[in-house]
């Protein structure tokens, strides 16, 4: 990553005390219960965004438990982190089949050109989500653009796409209910309830260890920049140049349903550029600058990361018993475009990526 950058290894900038962790953590604690009194406040509509704050303010917690564990009393930053995450994934489901849905909607509609179902355009309006199905599709001025179906094909993909968005929309809508069920029971559980409780002392005090207020923050945010800095070098990127993975494409449209090996890699590196942007938050606090790099590299493995399970879930729906062979070819074009996207995320961070190091000393 260039050097302008890289704030944790400036070595003449000026330290940050363990005191600034405390200030990070408290702000996020007090913004939890905010969310929290909101959710229990208001009506359905609004508590979709205070389940959102939710999770954003549990994800910045637990990832700076992490970054920053040594300078918190280890037993209770251990036990706290996999409750922070429980949380978190189990708010996240519900949000992630409802955007999964209009992503791959909307990808048949584009593919087919069928009005006989709805581009479901608005089921999570809104969303952070419903802003990744509308990047879906790269730009027409992009190498990853997905080519369109030829004539035949689209008269092919027309038969089966009306049965292939209904299966979808069941399986995916039937997840998307199981998941709000989920939710609900566990922000009602007891376990939450200890989590809140362990929220709000924290709001109020953090457990940092007696040297944490004279240690210095940054050598540890550099750890988790130079973490970032290694997953990402053991990425295939001169592969991902190419706009067009033949084959990684070979091995995303493989009949196996286990994940692609090809994916864990980059949803590792995803996890570990949150972290690094939660460490940068930590450093500078309230004034902390907008990365616009590194939000850029962000925004293309989130992509990535829901052109790869919107690709899982079409295969998923392809494996139903006694479907049509029509809507079995429709749900295999739809799973192909969604492994091209997955591609164009890849070249796309790529692409990012090399700006961001090309002034590297």
């Known amino acids: 990553m260039a050097q302008q950058h890289l704030e944790p290894t400036d070595p003449l900038a000026e330290p940050v005390t363990g005191d600034a962790l405390a200030g990070y953590l408290r702000a996020q604690a007090t913004e939890f219960l905010r969310a929290l009194r909101q959710h229990r406040e208001t009506g359905t509509g609004d508590s ?28 209770w930053s251990e036990a706290m982190r996999p409750e922070l995450a429980w949380l978190s994934g189990t708010l996240a489901l ?69 049965k292939a968005g209904a299966l979808l929309d069941r399986q995916l809508t039937l997840a998307r209910t199981r998941a709000h069920s989920t939710a609900l029971q566990a922000l009602g559980s007891a376990r939450f309830h200890a989590v809140a409780d362990k929220v709000a002392l924290l709001a109020s005090e953090v457990p940092l260890t007696t040297t944490a207020t004279a240690s210095d923050l940054r050598p540890l945010a550099a750890a988790a920049e130079e973490r970032l800095a290694d997953a990402v070098t053991a990425l295939p990127l001169i592969t991902a ?46 004034n902390a600058p907008v990365d616009v790099p590194v939000l850029t590299a962000g925004q293309a493995l989130d992509r990535h990361r ?10 998923s729906a392809a494996r139903t018993p006694r479907i049509a062979p029509a809507t079995a070819y429709a749900l295999g074009v739809l799973h192909a475009d969604q492994r091209h996207e997955v591609e164009a995320a890849r070249f796309a961070f790529q692409q990012c990526w090399q700006k961001q190091t090309v002034g590297t000393p």
């Open 94 to 162: 519900e949000h992630a089949y409802a955007s999964r849905l209009d992503r791959l909607l909307t990808a048949l509609h584009r593919l087919s050109g069928s009005s006989a179902f709805p581009a479901r355009a608005k089921v999570a309006a809104g969303s952070r989500a419903g802003g990744a199905a509308r990047m879906g599709a790269a730009p027409a001025d992009t190498a990853g653009e997905t080519r369109p179906p030829a004539p035949s094909e689209r008269g092919n993909l027309t038969v089966g796409a009306a």
């Open 48 to 75: 979709l965004d205070a389940a959102r704050a939710l999770r954003r303010s549990a994800r910045r917690i637990s990832g700076s438990l992490h970054t920053f564990r040594p300078l918190l009393d280890p037993g």
């Open 306 to 315: 829901d052109a790869s399970e919107a690709a899982a879930a079409a295969a």
């Open 241 to 286: 140049g190419s706009p067009y993975n033949a084959e990684a494409l070979i091995h995303g449209l493989s009949p196996d349903p286990a994940p692609h090996p090809q994916d864990a890699p980059w949803h590792q590196v995803r996890l570990l550029l949150r972290l690094h942007r939660y460490a940068r938050e930590v450093l500078h606090g309230e």
